[in-house]
């Protein structure tokens, strides 16, 4: 099946002329300057890079308070150039990390990956969005220095690129949906372990030697087939550390970490996994929702979430387009027969996306007023009509659902681009609430007060 696919795809290229080129495209690694680019404006639209005369290819961008590298990723998940790129990202890490300037500067690294028909060229609207995304980040630190943070902030931005877009024409990119989802898998379950096992391996030793546990920290970002690859490449290690951080009624609901002192001492990573409009089916979910059932007498510590799902109310390419595909793409697929309940809740899971599955749903995100004109995001506990048990509103696992007005549709994940009006950067605010405050007010509201499931 996936053969005869591929071989239909590559002679309709082939006819068209459009097949985009396995290459890396940040070929030089030295640091180089920068200039932001505005993407506030309605007039921003998002755009899929292409190459362009005398383009900007350095994979370390210098923006002074902070830096971003880039990473990128083949259709085989290999990292390019015998892992030049990454090679020269963790030289620039391991430099600021020992220099004597920022000895009593924390770290925060923000790794984005990106979805189905980006890549790393310099126009590429999702390469100016998390540009964006990282200076907003950077001031907003600045403003919480000294009053919230004992120590300054510096950004290390890290941008995963693969081949979202395999063929370069109008009429046949759109019929690549499964051949980038392919490659997707291949890169989640490729070199960009080996990205994440080397942010590990920094993180534990700067927090090591200088006996901070903030003084590095790690937030992953995946956006559609993104999100894909975020999870696949990090579930395994989120499914142990949420085991066993989860309370244990045995040991006076202490989790089961606490049993051995040594193990105290290996920080939980990443810090924070976010997945905006992930594109693949929640059958994957599935263990995760499990381990939240809920032991009786005790509940989760008011400690920030480990994993966010988003998913925007009216995203039609995970709420619309890919259902259809996998209705019929798992026919011959069976399910549980032993409880006709488990049957059903398994052909759901396999046919949809995680935010569109109801038993997973816990929290939803509304606009609240902050005075004048100005609007923030909150956060309710929202259980579906039917939840598997009495949710526990600081599990670390949360499935949120977003109104167009936060997160409009399936490409929205920074702005929410509206026709009217200056679009504002509603769920980025939220986030960066939520990492620095935790759950509590501002960042949350009252159960129930963001209404209801659609």
Known sequence: ??????????????????????????????????????????????????????????????YGKYFLGYVEFDDQGWSYNQNAQMQALESRLKRDLADPQYKDTDFLTIVFIHGW??????????????????????????????????????????????????????????????????????VAKGSVRELFAMLRKHEFAAKADSDRADRMRTLVIGHSFGGLIAFHGLSKALLNELALGKPDPEVRCKPAISREEKATNIPAWPDMVVLVNPAFEASRFEALHHLMDPVAGCPYPKERPKLIVVTADNDSATGVIFPMFRRVGTLLEGYDESIPRSGSQERDANWHAIGFVDRYRTHRLCLQPTGGDGYRAVASLTPPKKPDWSQDEFAPVWVVGAPPEIVDGHDGFLYARKAKGTPQPYLLEWLINLHTLGPVPPVMTTPGACGGWD
């Open 1 to 62: 099946m996936k053969i005869h696919a591929r071989s239909f795809l590559f002679i309709a290229a082939l006819l068209t002329g459009g097949c985009t080129h396995v290459l890396e495209i940040r070929t030089n690694h030295v640091g180089a300057a920068h200039d932001q680019v505005d993407i506030a404006g309605p007039e921003f639209t998002c755009g899929i890079g292409h190459a362009q005369p005398n383009e900007y290819t350095n994979s370390i961008e210098e």
């Open 117 to 186: 028909h980006h890549n790393a060229h310099d126009n590429d609207c999702n390469v100016n969005e998390f540009r964006s995304m990282l200076r907003l980040v950077s001031e907003r630190y600045d403003q919480l220095y000294p009053g919230t943070f004992a120590h300054r902030r510096r950004l290390v931005g890290i941008y995963v690129g693969w081949r979202g877009e395999a063929v370069d024409a109008y009429a046949i990119r759109y019929l690549t949906i499964m051949d980038r989802r392919y490659t997707a898998e291949h």
